[in-house]
């Protein structure tokens, strides 16, 4: 039988958005979002520590890359409208809007004094519009590039993240939505 120990903590996690409209350049906007987190105790289980990679963070890493019991993360995202209000049939969907964004990344989940912010920049293209008549539809895909590198032991093994010899190790990443 399992015999589990306990893992009592404080566990902290603030989020904020902030949407601005760039005034007298027509549907151009900027986002900016962060977060923080801060849990009490450094030697709790992994299984509770803050992920910092991949989609619901700092995209040019992947998801376990980046973990630790605080966490600090900013995005800034610039979008460019490509179209707008405009009626493009493609089989069951209609195409209405598209939108081409940049943006940058930074931030660092870390458990001791170990504090190292990572870095990451990335492209994306979203459309939206209809589906199947009147499912609202949104599709985007995204190119993002990692900045800095840095390395993690992990079973006395040292794996290094960040952009390859060649300056590549980039990060696709595709998001369908219905009903937004």
């Known amino acids: 039988l399992e015999k589990f120990r306990p893992n009592n903590l404080f566990r902290i996690h603030l989020n904020s958005n902030y949407y601005y409209s760039i005034p007298f350049l027509n549907h151009y906007t900027i986002s900016l979002s962060s ?85 990451s920049f990335g492209i994306q293209l979203r459309i939206n519009g209809f589906s199947f008549y009147n499912f609202p539809t949104a599709i985007e895909l995204e190119y993002h590039q990692p900045i800095t590198t840095f390395n993690r032991i992990i079973n006395n093994k040292t794996i290094t993240y960040g952009p390859d010899e060649n300056g590549n190790n980039s990060k696709t990443y595709v998001k369908v939505l219905f009903d937004f």
């Not at 009490?40 to 299984?47: G, I, L, Q, R």
């Not at 995209?59 to 009626?87: C, E, M, N, W």
């Open 35 to 119: 977060a923080l987190g801060w849990i009490s105790e450094n030697d709790v289980d992994s299984f509770f520590h803050f992920y910092l990679g991949g989609m619901p963070g700092i995209k040019g890493y992947p998801f376990y890359s980046i973990q630790g019991t605080k966490k600090i993360f900013l995005d800034a995202t610039f979008r460019v409208p490509i179209f707008i209000g405009k009626h493009y049939k493609l089989r069951w969907m209609t195409i209405q809007n598209g939108m081409i964004g940049f943006i940058s990344q930074i931030g660092d989940a870390w458990s001791y004094g170990d504090l190292s912010i990572k870095k």
